[in-house]
């Protein structure tokens, strides 16, 4: 049976005892991406838990959301404070979302009494408070006694066992939102019936995040693409140049490893783009991967592999990716990953993006529509496709 059938839904809820009148507790992953003025650059995060919160405020809850934002370590950060997502939250709702100055205590207890049905209060960032991170449970009953039901849509923060996404559970019936259920749904059946042939490509920096995925998945794909600087701790185990490029030597061996079983369904990058610095105005040429000058950097997989994997994917009926494959955020080395998510893109196939840095290549191209699925959870998602248990899943099980 999977995940998917296990959980238990606000569907389940309503059927049984209704929302109406309900105190609401969700939680939802609003860490969105910010610029150096304190601009949200995609608000992508929170328009994924607009299916909720409309189920919510139509059956007549009161609204409560928590949610983290950025890396506080138990202090109150001005820039990382919540008044700019509530704001966003109310454009894209269409009714005011009041803003709280704190996520627990007499205050916030005052404001939740004093809620009427449709209303929607946002606590401030949760992870301002040490206790969260720690799991602390005094501090998961304080946040429990705001509500009578929680509603846990942060798939992104399921992998945590925190206050806001486990701990709260013990204290409240606790059912998984919209979002939640479409991504275990998603990623079961990447686990458990993926249609052939199946492709996997992953990159991104390191390998070291993506061993427990590969081992867990590689018996069912049929082949696993591989780009992104993670590509050069691969090379290293098969004894070939790798210049100044980023290299996991402590990974070498489970490279090697991994090298050794599945060598045919891992297919490497047959050229690089290399480059003498990590800037736009960099010198760079392609370079065969068995020439890597000493000198210089592998920054993106080359023409020859774009063509390479262009040839593998044409047929594929399901693709999961996650990592980019060159340092896009540099324009002249986001070619291998922005003309490989052109060609995911046009498939008659299940596509399934995992991770912030690939989602962002599909939203800045304008693609993210032609994506079966594009996931809100980087690690989570990780996680669950390495076949571990997540605590946030795990609490609201049947």
Request: net charge positive; charged share 30%.
């Amino acid at each position: 049976m999977s995940e998917q059938m296990k959980i238990k839904t606000m569907v389940e809820f309503q059927n049984e005892m209704g929302f109406k009148g309900k105190r609401v507790l969700l939680r939802a992953d609003y860490n969105v991406p910010i610029d150096k003025q304190g601009n949200i650059t995609s608000d992508s995060r929170i328009r994924e838990s607009l299916p909720t919160i409309k189920y919510l405020l139509e059956h007549d809850a009161k609204l409560i959301i928590a949610t983290h934002f950025g890396r506080p370590d138990g202090r109150i950060v001005e820039e990382l404070r919540v008044d700019k997502i509530a704001e966003q939250l109310s454009k894209l709702v269409g009714k005011k979302v009041m803003k709280l100055n704190d996520s627990i205590g007499d205050e916030v207890e005052k404001a939740v009494a004093e809620m009427k049905e449709g209303e929607i209060i946002m606590l401030e960032n949760i992870r301002f408070h040490t206790e969260e991170e720690k799991n602390d449970a005094a501090f998961a009953k304080k946040l429990s006694r705001l509500a009578n039901v929680f509603v846990m849509d942060a798939f992104g923060a399921c992998h945590r066992a925190h206050a806001s996404t486990e701990g709260i559970t013990g204290f409240l019936p606790s059912y998984a939102g919209f979002l939640v259920e479409k991504e275990v749904s998603v990623m079961s059946k990447l686990l458990e019936k993926p249609e052939k042939p199946f492709m996997l490509i992953l990159g991104g920096s390191k390998i070291s995040d993506k061993i427990e995925v590969i081992k867990n998945l590689i018996g069912k794909a049929n082949c696993l693409l591989i780009g992104g600087a993670m590509m050069f701790t691969f090379y290293k185990a098969k004894g070939l140049e790798t210049g100044k490029s980023l290299v996991e030597l402590d990974k070498v061996d489970a490279a090697k490893g991994l090298l050794k079983k599945s060598s045919k369904k891992i297919i490497l990058p047959i050229d690089t783009v290399a480059a003498d610095k990590i800037e736009n105005n960099a010198i760079s040429k392609d370079i065969d991967v068995k020439k890597i000058p000493k000198e210089l950097i592998g920054l993106d997989i080359g023409p020859k592999t774009i063509e390479l994997f262009a040839k593998k994917l044409v047929d594929a009926k399901t693709v999961l990716w996650n990592g980019p494959l060159g340092m896009y955020e540099i324009e002249k080395f986001a070619r291998g990953t922005e003309e490989i998510a052109k060609i995911v893109s046009g498939l008659n196939a299940t596509t399934v993006i995992c991770g912030g840095d690939t989602a962002v290549v599909f939203e800045k191209l304008g693609l993210q529509q032609k994506i079966t699925h594009l996931s809100t959870g980087g690690g989570a998602s990780l996680e669950f496709l390495s076949g571990k248990e997540l605590p946030g899943l795990k609490a609201l099980m049947k």
